[in-house]
Structures are given as C-alpha cells and as structure tokens.
C-alpha cells in the first residue's frame, strides 16, 4: 500500500469556482504534511505546509485531520495559472519525503 | 544564485548501455535526493545521501548507484539500462533544519530502448 494516497482527478472548475481535493496516508508515524506544487513537465515546488489548527496562505487552505488521517487542500477564488498537479507529501522522523502521485486541477475561463 | 541543475535534459540510450545523470547544486545542502516519476505512480525514491561518503537506497534502488564524493554533486548510475527504467528523473536536496522543503531540478527525461 503506498504511503500518500490521492485522488488523480483531473478537477476541472471554471475560473472563480472553489475546488476542493484530499489525500490520506497509511503511516500514523508521519509527523509533518506538505502541499507540493508541480507545473506540466516542471520540477515540483512547495506550495504550503499543513497544520492540525488549519493554515491560509491567500486563496489557499490546508487541513489535516489525524484521528482519519488525511490531509486537504481547498482553492478559493481558482485563477487558470492554478491549473497544476498538487501532490501531498508526508513526512516520518528523517529527512525523506513521501510523495502522493497527485491530483490534477485544471482551471478554465 | 544558488541552483540546483541536471544533465542531460534529455538522454536515449540502449538497453545494456551503462548511463549516468548528474546532479549538481550550489546551495551546500546536506541532503540530496534522486527520484523516478511515472505515470501513476508520483515520485519514487531511488537513492539518497545526508553528506559526503553517505548514500542510502529508496523504495526503488534496484538496478541504480550512487556516490556522494563531495557535498555539490550526486550523480546517478543506472548498470545496465533496461526499458523499464525509461521515465523522468528528478534530483532535489534540502538543509537538516528546513528538511520539508526540497529543491528540485528541472529533470532528465530518459528512453531505453
């Protein structure tokens, strides 16, 4: 079983629409979760981090709930250059990354 | 400014063949990390080294080989390409003490034939 699972998608929204997508992992050991970002035939980059309380970084909102264990990323306001795969991205206790296969959101005018 | 590159971008090669990417990053991260992306499957981790002299396997490390003689380069070897090994690659590295932010290079997309 792999460690991040995600939904692919693709999430297709309109422009202004709020989209909304999960992941869960499989280790209750992970200590840390991450929101990657990964353009088309681009290198992934890190969009934001996630926190129990729930964090914002502008449009963006991520939640992680232990007790079920997943994690969530909710778009607000979708602008076309939000058109991507996120991928969800746990952490243990070293410095390795787990990484989901992604979830596609493409974002049309 | 700091960077981290790959080379080759793009790589053909035959089945048999010995093959190497390098990696390369001017940030002096500790650790750095080798990948394989399929479709799928996401990133799968290959190899990994937490300094010089240290390399690690990843869920994937069959048929692949690494050496961490200085802290800017980890290059990757694959022994005997086979076409299953056809995929993109990617090289990151982070510090210890921002280890959740890995930096990735742009890739080499390799085609065994």
């Known amino acids: 079983r792999k460690e991040v699972e995600q939904d692919p998608g693709p999430f297709n929204v309109p422009e202004g629409a709020t989209v909304a997508f999960n992941c869960t992992y499989s280790?209750?050991?992970?200590?840390?979760f991450f929101w990657y970002r990964q353009d088309c035939r681009k290198e992934p980059k890190l969009l934001m981090s996630?926190?129990?309380s729930g964090n914002e970084d502008g449009r963006f909102t991520a939640q992680l709930n232990r007790a079920s264990q997943y994690i969530s990323l909710l778009i607000r306001d979708s602008k076309l250059s939000d058109s991507a795969t996120y991928l969800c991205?746990?952490?243990?206790?070293?410095?390795?990354?787990?990484f989901g296969a992604g979830t596609t959101v493409t974002v049309r005018a | 400014d700091a960077e981290i590159t790959q080379s080759p971008r793009h790589k053909i090669t035959e089945t048999g063949r010995q093959v190497t990417l390098a990696c390369h990053q001017t940030?002096?991260?500790?650790?750095m990390f080798w990948y394989r992306q399929d479709l799928g499957h996401g990133l799968r981790l290959i190899h990994y080294s937490y300094g010089v002299h240290d390399t690690n396997k990843g869920e994937v490390s069959d048929g692949y080989s690494v050496s961490r003689s200085n802290t800017e380069d980890l290059p990757l070897t694959l022994e005997s390409a086979a076409s299953s090994q056809t995929s993109v690659y990617f090289c990151?590295?982070?510090?210890?003490?921002?280890?959740?932010?890995?930096?990735f290079g742009p890739g080499t997309r390799l085609t065994v034939l």
């Open positions: 280790n209750s050991a992970s200590q840390s």
């Open positions: 996630v926190y129990s």
């Open positions: 991205v746990s952490r243990s206790n070293d410095y390795k990354l787990s």
């Open positions: 990151a590295s982070s510090t210890n003490r921002l280890a959740w932010e890995q930096f």
């Open positions: 940030w002096n991260h500790n650790n």
